[in-house]
């Protein structure tokens, strides 16, 4: 009867929990949103379209001189096109920005930006890609001198940017289904807002960092090849070579700056406003109203099986349908909310099999407590790898103080 009591409680506040989740609006917004003219914006804005606008005009540049000089055929000076070519589609993509902030606007909501932003996020996807094969493929004309002239142009430069291509539209589709977790999220627009997503950083850090190594490569093999050159004629090979690996690596360090610079400042950001405690992160959530609650984390997420809306099919457990709710943990703070319609249903002797850690927790008066963080305990049941691969699935119960000790 206590438990029915506790159901019932959360019952009452379950259209304010809700309504507290969908006003959920980062700090910058809550500062920012009615201010007009809001010469932060404006200012950044205008900074960063000037450097897009110059970036887009040079890349367009480099496109146009390649297609009308027929000497500049070759395959490293087709890849360099096609590098300037996705660049310049991520680069209008800044236009967004210098919109909301010049309007007026300043925020919208992130599940827009990306719509908005798709063109851009597309050619995001292939520049990683075809730098890495830029820089490939000036690594083969170096160890094999006979490359250029062997290779058949149409079939290898068709298969790199088909490769290309198909890395747009996987990095596009990850864009959305990352950043569409949260649709109503309030953005101002800018590149940060929609690839800071840590899984998507590593896959173009994997990229960057592999393209890094054959430059790496390349310049040693150069540079070891033209203390050993002998002729006249063997020197001047060498020192073309030189040239171009110099202008290459001009070329590929451009873009190569950016992403360097945005990796740093997202991996120095606590995940949901989480401060950094003596080197262990903290993780924290927020539940309205305060008080006394009890977390229950499933244990099904700890041994690995698929998040929200998974059927329990295995004999013993609790219920087969959807019990948690899904708790989305990355750049920001999420309030809960979560299905009681099934819970009441339950037998709190089943429910108890299926929860692999149960605990209490009082809030502050903001209704913020702190769900884990690294340690032996959160080691011991996985948690907190479980934290950082960006998801958890939970269910909080609202608790009298003095019943908090028989549940």
């Known amino acids: 009867m206590a438990l029915h009591r506790k159901f019932t409680l959360a019952n009452a506040n379950a259209n304010a929990i809700e309504t507290d989740a969908e006003k959920s609006r980062p700090k910058m917004y809550l500062k920012f949103h009615n201010v007009y003219p809001c010469w932060n914006f404006i200012i950044a804005a205008l900074a960063i379209n000037a450097v897009a606008m110059f970036g887009m005009v040079s890349n367009f540049s480099v496109i146009w001189v390649t297609y009308r000089t027929k000497t500049l055929r070759g395959t490293a000076n087709f890849l360099i096109a096609l590098c300037s070519f996705f660049d310049m589609l991520h680069e209008h993509g800044h236009l967004l920005f210098l919109y909301t902030a010049l309007s007026g606007q300043n925020f919208l909501p992130i599940s827009s930006a990306v719509r908005f932003c798709s063109v851009s996020l597309f050619g995001i996807g292939g520049i990683a890609v075809s730098i890495a094969f830029t820089g490939l493929d000036r690594l083969l004309c170096v160890l094999f001198p006979a490359f250029p002239r062997r290779v058949r142009p149409l079939p290898y430069l068709s298969a790199i940017t088909l490769l290309c291509l198909a890395s747009s539209v996987c990095t596009l589709i990850g864009y959305y289904k990352k950043n569409n977790e949260t649709p109503n999220f309030m953005v101002t627009g800018t590149f ?103 977390v229950l984390i ?79 305990f959160s080691k011991k049941l996985g948690l907190f790898s479980m934290l950082m691969d960006g998801t958890i699935n939970l269910h909080l119960i609202p608790m009298k103080k003095e019943g908090a000790s028989d549940l």
């Open 192 to 294: 940060s807002d929609l690839v800071s997503d840590p899984s998507l950083l590593l896959y173009a850090f994997i990229l960057y960092s592999v393209t890094v190594l054959i430059y790496l490569i390349t310049g040693f093999v150069i540079r070891k090849r033209a203390k050993k050159a002998s002729n006249s004629s063997s020197s001047s090979a060498e020192l073309i070579n030189r040239r171009i690996f110099r202008s290459l690596l001009v070329i590929v360090l451009r873009p190569m700056g950016p992403f360097c610079t945005l990796q740093a400042y997202c991996s120095n950001q606590p995940t949901n406003g989480a401060p950094k405690k003596n080197g262990s992160a903290a993780r924290y959530f927020t539940i309205s109203p305060p008080g006394t609650y009890r």
């Open 298 to 376: 499933w244990s099904q997420l700890l041994l690995g099986a698929n998040f929200f809306g998974t059927q329990i099919t295995t004999p013993n457990e609790c219920n087969e349908n959807e019990i948690f709710a899904k708790i989305w943990m990355g750049r920001r703070e999420k309030k809960m909310v979560f299905r009681l319609d099934i819970l009441q249903k339950g037998n709190f002797d089943e429910l108890a099999k299926c929860f692999a850690h149960f605990y209490s927790v009082i809030t502050d008066e903001n209704g913020k407590f702190l769900l884990a963080k690294n340690g032996t």
